[in-house]
T-cell receptor
Framework: GAVVSQHPSWVICKSGTSVKIECRSL??????MFWYRQFPKQSLMLMAT?????????EQGVEKDKFLINHASLTLSTLTVTSAHPEDSSFYIC?????????????FGQGTRLTVV | GENVEQHPSTLSVQEGDSAVIKCTYS??????FPWYKQELGKRPQLIID?????GEKKDQRIAVTLNKTAKHFSLHITETQPEDSAVYFC????????????FGTGTRLTVIP
């Protein structure tokens, strides 16, 4: 199946700093990618929809100025957690879908575990 | 927006027995219902999906049923094995190509050897 790569797999940062997470589709193009957050033992919650060449669409309750999303190409979307705080510690995971395929699954990245200390 | 509920939250079965996980959804426009298996700290893996034009789909030991009228769908795992132990998530979306998934709360399945 298609491969979505997320980097880094884990990161520890100090409170107040910013962290950038990359999501790449390695063998297909994706006009749309999705960013989810997953707290321990909880479900995946959609944060935002990343659209190539345009602004991201954020879900209700997600601060767009805190979680900056950039989708500069058909294979790369980035999520930047700005001024991170301990409550931002979570598992962040992206997904993407092949624009050339019809009726296909969403492919997930391996996730990024963010710990803010 | 879509609201997906999933039950039970935990499920323990003896090896060889069947496991059933149920989900309901709220948006009648949803037409794509995948099930994901997630092991601790890893990405969700699609195990089976169903679209609204069919009522049941089976893949070896795994089957999914869909009742569009009642807005619920279920995952059935037969002849469970210890390696089936994981967290299972159902999801729903309007499959317009954007593939915006709304997930259920998850079920932690434990298969006891």
């Amino acid at each position: 199946g298609a491969v979505v790569s997320q980097h880094p797999s884990w990161v520890i940062c100090k409170s107040g700093t910013s962290v950038k997470i990359e999501c790449r589709s390695l063998d297909f193009q994706a006009t749309t990618m999705f960013w989810y957050r997953q707290f321990p033992k909880q479900s995946l919650m959609l944060m935002a929809t990343s659209n190539e060449g345009s602004k991201a669409t954020y879900e209700q309750g997600v601060e767009k100025d805190k979680f900056l999303i950039n989708h500069a190409s058909l294979t790369l979307s980035t999520l930047t957690v700005t001024s991170a705080h301990p409550e931002d510690s979570s598992f962040y995971i992206c997904s993407a879908r092949d624009i050339m395929a019809v009726l296909t699954e969403a492919f997930f990245g391996q996730g990024t575990r963010l710990t803010v200390v | 927006g879509e609201n997906v509920e999933q039950h039970p939250s935990t499920l323990s079965v003896q090896e060889g027995d069947s496991a059933v996980i149920k989900c309901t959804y709220s948006d009648s426009a949803s037409n794509y219902f995948p099930w994901y298996k997630q092991e601790l700290g890893k990405r969700p893996q699609l195990i089976i999906d169903i679209r609204s034009n069919v009522g049941e789909k089976k893949d070896q030991r795994i089957a999914v049923t869909l009742n569009k009228t009642a807005k619920h769908f279920s995952l059935h795992i037969t002849e469970t094995q210890p390696e089936d132990s994981a967290v299972y998530f159902c999801a729903a979306s309007i499959d317009t190509g954007a593939n915006n998934l709304f997930f259920g709360t998850g079920t932690r399945l434990t298969v006891i050897p």
